[in-house]
């Protein structure tokens, strides 16, 4: 199960961290990815983050903005978002993969948390 939090209302350029903690699996078993749905929009790839934390990679938009980090001693990964922007706007979702390699592919993660919500007004 994944649980995801630290969401809500925040201007233009301001920051969040959110959480997703993981419980009932091996935590350092798995890749992490955080994925966003705006309104009307398809979900898109946000980041990811190997099982050593080792492996990391971000989608063009929020390269060098957000920062993507886990604790497997707490089973928690987390996600820095930084100088946000209206367009950032959306539900973000953690998720856990056991593939091989990690993957931007949403297909690749097989368990998901219920979102936290990120509001940035302008």
């Known amino acids: 199960q994944l649980q995801a939090s630290g969401g809500g209302l925040v201007q233009a350029g301001g920051s969040l961290r959110l959480s997703c903690a993981a419980s009932?699996?091996?935590?350092?078993?798995?890749?992490m990815g955080w994925f966003r749905q705006a309104p009307g929009k398809e979900r898109e790839f946000v980041a990811l983050?190997?099982?050593?934390?080792?492996?990391?990679s971000y989608a063009d938009s929020v390269k060098g903005l957000f920062n993507i980090s886990r604790d497997n001693a707490k089973n928690t990964v987390y996600l820095q978002t930084n100088s946000l922007k209206p367009e950032d706007t959306a539900v973000y979702y953690c998720?856990?993969?056991?593939?091989?390699?990690?993957?931007?592919?949403?297909?690749?993660?097989?368990?998901w948390g219920q979102g936290t919500l990120v509001t940035v007004s302008s």
């Open positions: 998720a856990a993969g056991d593939s091989i390699v990690v993957s931007r592919r949403a297909r690749s993660y097989d368990y």
């Open positions: 009932g699996c091996i935590f350092s078993n798995y890749n």
């Open positions: 983050i190997s099982r050593s934390g080792a492996i990391t």
